[in-house]
């Protein structure tokens, strides 16, 4: 199982950048997936998430408005548009993988880190002023 993230970079503030994870080893149709960030010093933190088909999102309160989460079953890709950049949205920011283990979930659910299965690498967001 490989989750490959990439799109990271240096932006200044207020500009925007769109990150891409491509996932290859898992049935990608099959799995929640989510964004995760970490900052130095800082714990890892939810970003937001999506159920399979990209009906049901949910968002972390320091992104909502800002940032979209969305995916291509196609491509086997999920994909973070951020818009609005702030200096505190600087972090490796990391895709995660959950399998989708009953017919019936909340999306909600998905803001914790420990129900995701696979990780990926990790992409570095800067945010200059």
């Known amino acids: 199982v490989q989750l490959q993230a990439s799109g990271g970079g240096l932006v200044q503030t207020g500009g925007s950048l769109r990150l891409s994870c491509a996932a290859s080893g898992i049935w990608f149709g099959s799995y929640i997936m989510g964004w995760f960030r970490q900052a130095p010093g800082n714990e890892r933190e939810f970003v937001a998430a999506l159920n399979t088909n990209g009906g049901a999102t949910t968002y972390a309160t320091s992104v909502e408005g800002r940032f979209t989460i969305s995916r291509d079953n196609g491509r086997n890709t999920v994909y973070l548009q951020m818009n609005s950049l702030a200096l505190e949205d600087s972090a490796v920011y990391y895709c995660?993988?959950?399998?989708?283990?009953?017919?019936?979930?909340?999306?909600?659910?998905?803001?914790?880190?420990?129900?995701?299965?696979?990780w990926g690498q990790g992409t570095q967001v800067t945010v200059s002023s």
């Open positions: 995660a993988a959950a399998a989708r283990r009953t017919v019936y979930y909340s999306i909600t659910d998905f803001r914790e880190s420990g129900r995701y299965d696979y």
